[in-house]
């Protein structure tokens, strides 16, 4: 088609893409055009930012290592990845689900661990923790062996995959669910973090007037032949960040009770302060599926450094 006016460009592109042979890409690719070219319409985009665009688009890509994903990150930001979540699961956006979103620090084959086995695999300072989980189908039935992948940040708000201090692997375990569904271990109780600012989703941040702390929280992973792998991510109420996620994570599903004790703790070591956690997942049928990890390996960089955004008030 040779092209008169704006209008003309939007029709030629979608003409060209219907001839695609695959049915789902031409429905995919042809809404994302639509939409595409009327937020350009709509915002009445100049070229100067557009360029913008295009290298900030750019810089995701280029800021994507082995051990950061930053790419998913924009997602998380811009609430595109708990809407697809949530879209997808707990019958297709109908009914509440502990669904929830993978995140960019899921790593694959995390050690083998017994039930109430610690992940705990360095020296890491924090109070103890003691998690019980059940796995159940979505007619309340026990699910067995499912098994269950647990991360979670330390005390000092750092995955392992970021913190050379921290040993290969810490505070990662997979678990196997026992008759009743169930598995247990203890950890450290993970603390709130802030994502990273040095890249364009800092920018991002900054321009929308937002803090960039990630409320505490455990990652679990369920897979199980017959059922759709599910990520879920259990969050403490008690976080002073738990309203303004800054990937907007959070859903009333999966507000977590961390249980804070002093004495009669489960294990002789322990004399002080330890906290305890209970939680349950529903998974829902379907493919068992494992997803390309975020990242593949561990950083041989210093520890990142801590930038703490402001929030502008409301």
Known sequence: MIIKDQNDVTQAVLAEISRAPNP????????????????????????????????YIACLGQLTTPSHNEVVLACGSLGLSSLVCLLNNGSNGQTET????????WRLNSPATENGGSIVRSPT???????????????????????????????????????????????RGQFTTDENGYIAFRSVKPAGYPVPVSGPVGELLKAQGRHNMRPAHIHFMVFKEGYKTQFSQVYSSDDPNIETDAQFGVTQALLGEYVKHNGNAPSADITGTWYSLQCEFVIEPGEARLPKPPITEKTNAPRPGRVVLDRVPD
């Open 24 to 55: 789902r890409f031409r429905e995919i690719m042809s809404a994302a055009v639509q939409h595409l070219h009327d937020f350009a319409r709509d915002a009445q985009l100049t070229e100067a930012e557009f360029h913008q665009m295009c290298q």
């Open 98 to 105: 502990t669904a929830n979103l993978m995140g960019p620090f």
């Open 125 to 171: 300072p924090g109070d103890p923790i003691f998690v019980e989980a059940w796995v159940k189908d979505k007619s309340g039935k026990p699910v067995r062996g499912a098994k269950v992948d647990v991360w979670h940040t330390s005390a000092d708000g750092f995955y392992e995959n970021q913190d050379p201090e921290q040993a290969e692997m810490n505070l």
